[in-house]
């Protein structure tokens, strides 16, 4: 409260000044954040992709290239090739009608084949349940296997969504959704045992996830400490789609969702629209967006920070106080900050806070700082990013408590990197940190 209490007496024998400056400046703004990278510019919607040989293939849900779509690339980058209809006969004709092909699943076996698994229209139900089909070459054709759908649960609304996951010793599942939501009920995400390269049922379901909102997609990975299960909550049709994810030390549970979702229009900064069906391989992730109508591809890097998952391009949040202080303090009870708490007194030659923060990848990233500057004037801090002066912060006239972002260019390894913010000019207080 000193600090506050001199800044008003300063600024009070400086009237005339303040009176002919701008009370609010917009913020400083730079940007170095790499967004996901639109790889396929038409419809290709719920992708599944993998790698073999040099040589990546991906999956979509039908659309007018035909039943199960499939592209190739020389990289996940690109540049992608769409080459046909990988199931050009349709679904099972035994229990499936044309017209809702959806979300498929593409594993390579290790005798060579390869199972496809996909999600079709039953045709005595009018729900969608979950079929299989194989093939020996990744481009297809696939053939489905069996006159009935390997998963159908019509007392809880069918079946969707079928994603392969198998474990560190081998075992090999299926996660996939009961579509509760089109009967007005719960949907659950599913975990079920599969064998014979994923075309039979080995096992009893276990229950992972239930919302009585929207959630599918899933996809789950296996971390060294933990499992990571990957979900799309929201309407695909619009920007409100999402991804996000819950972990848990065992396939049993429990599983805790993330504070805050991974992936949003708005984490994004408006570069996807609706980014959901996210598919993650090893360190990339496929995910759609909502454009004109359609949903098109793109791929982003992914890193691991402590076996969570960092998109880059995808703004994630360390909060100020839980870093390092050196001669300031954490100040409680800060109305309208994120999680109520800030860093205040950055007011002494030796006062500095420090975050740690994950780049997926080494080179440019935005760094957003929220903050609140009642110095009457720009104040500023020091930039010291892993020791090494990158700069300054900029911080234009907000008041107290009226939180805003500064933002700025800095440049990160790999990895986990040091942000350090020291005294500059004038006063600010420190609310978080985005990285992006």
Not at 8 to 13: E, I, N, Q, S
Not at 113 to 123: E, N, R, S
Not at 150 to 163: F, M, R, S, V
Not at 350 to 368: K, R
Request: net charge negative; glycine share 12%.
């Amino acid at each position: 409260m000193f600090r506050r209490l001199l800044v008003a007496a300063l600024a009070a024998l400086s009237l005339a000044a303040l009176l002919s400056a701008p009370v609010q400046a917009a913020p400083q703004r730079a940007t170095a954040a790499v967004f996901p990278a639109e790889i396929i510019g038409e419809d290709f919607p719920d992708p599944d992709a993998f790698e073999q040989n040099g040589t990546w293939y991906a999956y979509s849900t039908n659309n007018g290239r035909g039943h199960v779509p499939v592209a190739s690339a020389p990289s996940a980058s690109g540049p992608w090739t769409i080459r046909g209809d990988a199931m050009p006969g349709g679904p099972s004709a035994g229990w499936a009608q044309p017209g809702r092909t959806w979300a498929p699943d593409v594993y390579a076996n290790p005798d060579g084949t390869y199972t496809l698994t996909y999600t079709a229209w039953h045709k005595a139900s009018g729900r969608q349940c979950i079929g299989v089909a194989t093939a020996t070459s990744p481009l297809g054709p696939f053939s489905p296997v069996g006159s009935a759908p390997l998963i159908c649960p019509l007392e809880l609304g069918g079946a969707i969504d079928a994603n392969t996951f198998v474990a560190n010793d081998g075992t090999r599942y299926l996660v996939w959704k009961n579509d509760g939501n089109a009967i007005g009920q719960p949907s659950t995400l599913w975990l079920t045992r599969t064998a014979n390269n994923g075309t039979t049922l080995a096992g009893g379901n276990t229950a992972l996830l239930t919302s009585s909102g929207i959630i599918e997609a899933p996809d789950l990975v296996q971390r060294g400490s933990q499992y990571v299960l990957f979900f799309s909550g929201g309407g695909y049709t619009d920007c409100n789609y999402l991804t996000s994810y819950a972990t848990a030390p065992s396939l049993s549970g429990p599983w805790t969702t993330a504070f805050r979702p991974l992936m949003t229009t708005a984490t994004f900064d408006n570069h996807i629209c609706g980014p959901g069906g996210a598919d993650f391989v090893g360190d990339k992730v496929f995910v759609h967006g909502w454009v004109n109508g359609s949903r098109h591809l793109y791929v982003a890097d992914v890193g691991w920070a402590n076996d969570y998952p960092v998109v880059r391009g995808s703004r994630v949040r360390y909060e100020a106080e839980r870093g390092t202080l050196n001669h300031c303090q954490v100040r409680s009870n800060a109305a309208g900050a994120s999680d109520g708490k800030v860093v205040a007194y950055i007011d002494f030659a030796d006062s500095w806070v420090e975050n740690s923060v994950f780049a997926p990848v080494a080179g440019g990233y935005t760094l957003h700082v929220g903050y609140a500057n009642g110095s009457g004037a720009t104040a500023s801090h020091g930039l010291v990013v892993n020791g090494n002066n990158q700069g300054s912060v900029g911080y234009p006239v907000t008041g107290w408590d009226n939180w805003q972002q500064s933002s700025v260019q800095v440049t990160l390894n790999a990895g986990w990197n040091t942000i350090r913010l020291t005294k500059g000019d004038l006063y600010t207080e420190v609310d978080y940190l985005e990285l992006q």
